[in-house]
């Protein structure tokens, strides 16, 4: 597409009310927000293993209005000579996504923002917890999120969060140099239910057997 076409399609671009609430689950999460011309537009980036492709084209159907090629595969050598497939696409650069990198980065490093609790739904949760979460074990028979790189203060935003607005209990821990948030036993059921109807079937695996 031809560049002022594209310019003048992007004019009538407008995040939705399911758009925004996926921005924000990707942004606890994997998806990454770039500019190219200092903070005026950002384009979102999501990229997951050739293995998560299903998901990432779950996320595809809900922007591919704002990207201009379909999602692609990628390979890389890492060091030790092993082949890694990943798929991927981009958005279009747009003034809409620049709320968002306002709110999720600071100094260039993700942060949890001060108005999560008004930002966070159970759309938003699904999403992050698609991400980064997992089934933490038949025995203990609940659910735990990855959050390495955020600080202590960032994961008690989030945590009071969960507590204020969807009445999920939760504790903060450290595992080695890396931290993540539990899902208490006693809301792990509460939690499921409220995630639920947004897994897509290939990480269904992730809501384990309450």
């Known amino acids: 597409m031809h560049s002022n076409v594209i310019e003048e399609y992007k004019k009538h671009l407008k995040l939705n009310r399911s758009q925004k609430e ?35 084209y779950w996320l595809w159907e809900y922007f591919k209005d704002w990207a201009n090629t379909a ?24 003034g809409a996504f620049r709320f968002y990198a306002h709110q999720f980065y600071k100094d260039k490093k ?34 735990i999120i990855h959050v390495d790189g955020y600080q202590k203060d960032d994961l008690l935003r989030i945590q009071s969060a969960l507590i204020e607005k969807f009445g999920i209990e939760t504790s903060i821990q450290r595992q080695y ?7 208490k036993t ?15 079937s290939s990480m269904k695996y992730k809501l384990g057997n309450i």
């Open 110 to 143: 993700k942060i949890i923002p001060k108005i999560i609790r008004k930002l966070l739904t159970p759309r938003s949760i699904a999403v992050w917890f698609m991400d980064d979460g997992s089934w933490k074990s038949k025995m203990h028979r609940t659910y």
């Open 22 to 56: 996926i921005i924000v689950g990707l942004m606890l999460g994997d998806g990454h927000l770039e500019t190219q011309n200092d903070g005026k537009t950002y384009r979102l980036k999501i990229e997951y293993s050739e293995k998560q492709k299903e998901y990432l």
């Open 186 to 200: 006693s809301s792990a059921e509460k939690f499921r239910n409220l995630i639920k109807p947004y897994i897509v």
């Open 177 to 183: 140099n890396n931290w993540r948030i539990y899902i």
């Open 71 to 94: 999602p692609k595969i990628k390979e890389k050598v890492i060091p030790s000579g092993t082949r890694i497939k990943s798929a991927f696409f981009n958005t279009y650069s747009h």
